[in-house]
């Protein structure tokens, strides 16, 4: 269906990228295959999110507890993000800024050395800013930012009354960014999975009843939709 003329300009997404291995058993493939699924839609939603004015999208695609999974998983998931979410997305083409959100001191050195030369080379790009959550988790993201400060207090290079949230949220991995206006799990789950904990302070959650590897742009239409229903008040009236 047609939308309203920038019914998504500006928006900041948060996205859980959920349900690829349910996706996967329901058919009786390997969960692999639905990891490779999911990808594929990771690709198609950045490009639809580019196309009506997002300003920026952020997509959970392997969080600090995902470790604790079947270690053929892992390496699978991981050969996934080189090919899919690195090697094969033409950013430079969809004018993307792209940032990496997590600690990639874990990865493999070749994913970190792609990860640095993606962000360099498209630091300028003047598109949408496209956020891969990679080893990320929200609390980790916190205690990171509150180590950073402690460190300035105990150089002297700052006092702790001068400690507020905006200083917080300048050493969050989104520094400089817009907050999500709204956070979108597929799937059917009802929780954040320590997802953007900071800057999800007053977002939106919109959850449907869809897995990922099935998710259309169809589906974000009807997301955005939902999200454009709401009021947002922030704590006032």
């Given at each position: 269906m047609p939308q309203p003329e920038n019914f998504a300009k500006g928006l900041s997404i948060g996205i859980i990228m959920d349900g690829n291995g349910r996706w996967a058993k329901k058919?009786?493939?390997?969960?692999?295959?639905?990891?490779?699924?999911?990808?594929?839609v990771f690709q198609d939603i950045t490009r639809y999110c580019n196309s009506i004015g997002v300003e920026s999208v952020t997509f959970y695609a392997f969080s600090t507890e995902n470790w604790?999974?079947?270690?053929?998983?892992v390496g699978a998931i991981m050969k996934l993000f080189g090919e899919y979410l690195i090697k094969a997305f033409d950013y430079e083409k969809e004018n993307n800024r792209v940032v990496f959100l997590g600690d990639?001191?874990?990865?493999?050195p070749k994913h970190q050395k792609l990860m640095n030369e993606i962000e360099?080379?498209?630091a300028h790009n003047t598109?949408?800013?496209?956020?891969?959550?990679?080893n990320y988790g929200g609390r980790q993201e916190i205690v990171r930012a509150a180590r950073i400060l402690a460190e300035k207090v105990k150089n002297d290079e700052l006092q702790p009354e001068e400690i507020t949230e905006e200083l917080m949220s300048a050493h969050m991995y989104t520094c400089g960014q817009k907050d999500p206006d709204?956070?979108?799990?597929?799937?059917?789950?009802?929780?954040?999975?320590?997802?953007m904990l900071w800057q999800a302070a007053y977002s939106?959650?919109?959850?449907?009843?869809?897995?990922?590897?099935?998710?259309?742009?169809?589906d974000l239409d009807l997301a955005i939709q939902e999200f454009n229903r709401r009021s947002r008040r922030f704590g006032g009236i």
């Open positions: 058919r009786g493939l390997p969960r692999t295959a639905g990891h490779k699924k999911g990808a594929e604790k999974r079947p270690y053929e998983e990639r001191s874990a990865l493999e360099t080379k498209t598109g949408m800013t496209l956020n891969i959550a990679v709204f956070i979108l799990r597929p799937s059917g789950e009802k929780r954040l999975s320590n997802f939106e959650l919109v959850e449907m009843d869809v897995l990922w590897p099935d998710f259309t742009r169809a």
